[in-house]
């Protein structure tokens, strides 16, 4: 009996279903991050090619991961990339994969940046027509603290062309993952990776009250609450980068009580926090700051609290 011949659309049909009959919520998507990156694709060209047969390497390297799929482990280790902020960034084993929450941390840090007169990158257009050069803008020191894959570091260099970036990680590998993001972005020269725990690099550096911005997403679950975690994040995920301690505020409060000497006059710190963490995070920063502010996230829930060192009277 001839084997069975395969195209692009038949197999998506396919692992569409057998996913969701498996309870995977994201069933199509997946299919296509899955084959998109089997045969090198883009997903939109995934249907441009839909009549294309698959030939037998090409179904046996789709097979191999989607078995890896299939065993729990997240489609972004699958593949090594995962999305953010409209980029797709290199992650692996060593790295938490990025979320929409990090994304909304993030989209705050740039406006608050933008209020303190920091000049955002032009696109198209209207770079053209700015006549904006890549050193536009005042020079600030950044910090993001528990880099990780750098998602946060590569994105504010790359929305404030006159920043440079302290990134901090306590891991050697993660760091390396890092900066491998930072060169493919072309920011590598305006990201510096430091390693060790939390603010100590900061600290051991030149930037103490130097810094107009500190953004983290630090780990926050506490540690009896692992367990309890959907397994692809519990048994596939860094356990360093989501393990925050008996409460889940070791570093949290960490960074809240130290992180404003790291500041300039006005400066800010901008946390991303566990659910029903914000108050207590609000309150730690409200004695170090004198006052401090809860944002939420894009499903409207409290993920994000900023404080701002006051400034020169």
């Not at 060209?45 to 046996?60: G, P």
């Not at 257009?125 to 536009?136: K, L, Y």
């Not at 949290?252 to 963490?277: F, K, M, S, T, Y």
């Not at 914000?278 to 993920?303: C, H, K, P, Q």
Request: hydrophobic fraction near 40%.
């Amino acid at each position: 009996m001839a084997k069975k011949t395969w195209t692009v659309l038949e197999l998506i049909d396919w692992t569409r279903a057998y996913l969701a009959e498996r309870g995977f919520e994201n069933a199509r998507l997946e299919t296509e991050l899955l084959l998109g990156h089997a045969l090198n694709l883009p997903r939109i060209e995934l249907y441009l090619n839909y009549n294309r047969q698959m030939d037998e390497d090409e179904l046996k390297r789709y097979k191999v991961l989607l078995k890896r799929r299939l065993a729990g482990e997240p489609v972004q280790y699958v593949t090594g990339t995962a999305a953010f902020m409209l980029s797709d960034f290199e992650v692996g084993p060593n790295v938490l994969i990025p979320r929409p929450e990090t994304e909304a941390l993030t989209e705050v840090a740039i406006e608050l940046l933008e209020e303190a007169g920091l000049r955002r990158r032009q696109r198209g257009a209207r770079a053209v027509e700015s006549g904006q050069r890549p050193d536009d803008g005042p020079e600030a020191l950044l910090a993001d603290v528990g880099t990780g894959s750098g998602v946060i570091a590569v994105t504010l260099a790359q929305e404030f062309p006159g920043a440079r970036v302290l990134a901090t990680d306590s891991s050697a590998d993660a760091l390396e993952v890092a900066a491998r993001n930072a060169g493919a972005a072309g920011v590598g020269d305006r990201v510096e990776f430091l390693e060790g725990e939390l603010l100590k690099p900061l600290f051991a550096e030149v930037a103490k009250g130097k810094l107009l911005a500190l953004v983290s997403n630090p780990p926050y679950v506490a540690s009896g609450q692992i367990e309890q975690l959907p397994p692809e994040v519990r048994d596939f995920e860094p356990r360093r980068a989501l393990d925050g301690g008996p409460d889940g505020l070791d570093c949290l409060r960490a960074i809240a009580q130290d992180g404003a000497a790291l500041l300039v006059p006005d400066g800010v710190i901008v946390l991303e926090v566990g659910d029903g963490q914000a108050e207590a995070v609000a309150a730690m920063l409200g004695e170090s700051f004198g006052s401090s502010e809860i944002r939420t996230d894009y499903a409207g829930r409290d993920r994000i609290v900023v404080g701002r060192r006051p400034g020169q009277r």
